[in-house]
């Protein structure tokens, strides 16, 4: 059996010029995967960290997603990770988000349990969908293996101190980061308690020009969420500092937004 990698539509977007799009999938529904595939969005978050997405649940919204032809990116939860990553990995998801990445060895222990030697350490199983279950395609996989995508998640102080070592870490034209502006908000708090958890402070701009700038020296791509209501000018905002790949939202968020704005406006306009 031939193998064949699915794209990464991120890349691909990003390398065509334009700025790549995604959101994130709290509703684990395949439509709305397939309503963002078919609108030329790049990707969609898969989140086991705040979900109630299982192993099951996301190998099936990653069959769905390689279908329409839209990017997976996983974000693993935070207990056992390395258990999880693998499972990702064998999903054929295409990119690892990994949480609160602080220093140099936070990142090369995530990049160890994506890969297979001699570039990691992850156990060989060939009967795993990523790989077609197959073993004579079995070569072909661990290097299309080698271009799995790292996606950083910057939240921490601790990670701006050592933002130059976690980027020195990564792949250029394979590795992202991502500036976690919430809970990067909530670790400035522990330095500063008077901004009482301000995503606008001078302080968290300062570290978000200083992350971004360390990262297009390292050619590697930011992403970040606007923050506040997404809009197209919020969005506008974070690429003007720097960022590649916009994170709008969450689809729950969305929804409810939506939703809420057409019964104001119709209840509004029944009682004017």
Not at 23 to 40: F, K, R, W
Not at 229 to 246: H, M, N, P, R, T
Request: hydrophobic residues 40%; charged residues 25%.
């Amino acid at each position: 059996m031939k193998f064949q990698f699915q794209n990464n539509q991120i890349w691909n977007t990003i390398r065509s010029g334009k700025p790549a799009i995604g959101t994130q999938l709290y509703t684990i529904c395949p439509s709305i995967v397939e309503i963002l595939a078919y609108n030329d969005w790049d990707y969609v978050m898969l989140d086991m960290e705040h979900t109630l997405i299982n192993k099951e649940t996301l190998a099936n919204l990653v069959r769905t997603a390689d279908a329409a032809g839209i990017t997976t990116l996983v974000r693993p939860p935070q207990n056992d990770l390395e258990y999880y990553i693998r499972y990702i990995c064998e999903s054929g998801a295409q990119g690892i988000i990994a949480p609160h990445m602080k220093c140099r060895e936070d990142v090369k222990r995530i990049l160890n349990w994506m890969h297979y030697p001699p570039n990691g350490e992850m156990g060989m199983c060939p009967a795993n969908r990523a790989a077609r279950y197959c073993y004579s395609s079995w070569n072909d996989y661990v290097k299309a293996n080698d271009d799995l995508m790292l996606c950083a998640l910057i939240e921490d102080v601790e990670a701006a101190d050592n933002i130059e070592e976690i980027l020195a870490e990564l792949k250029p034209g394979r590795d992202i980061i991502w500036f976690g502006r919430g809970d990067f908000a909530m670790s400035v708090l522990k330095f500063h308690p008077e901004l009482e958890n301000d995503l606008d402070s001078g302080i968290m701009k300062e570290y978000q020009k200083k992350i971004t700038e360390a990262a297009i020296r390292a050619h590697i791509p930011v992403m970040s969420m606007p923050y506040g209501y997404c809009s197209a000018e919020s969005a506008q905002e974070q690429l003007e500092i720097g960022s590649k790949i916009v994170m709008w939202s969450v689809d729950q968020l969305v929804l409810s937004d939506y939703f809420g704005k057409v019964a104001s406006d119709i209840k509004g306009k029944q009682h004017s």
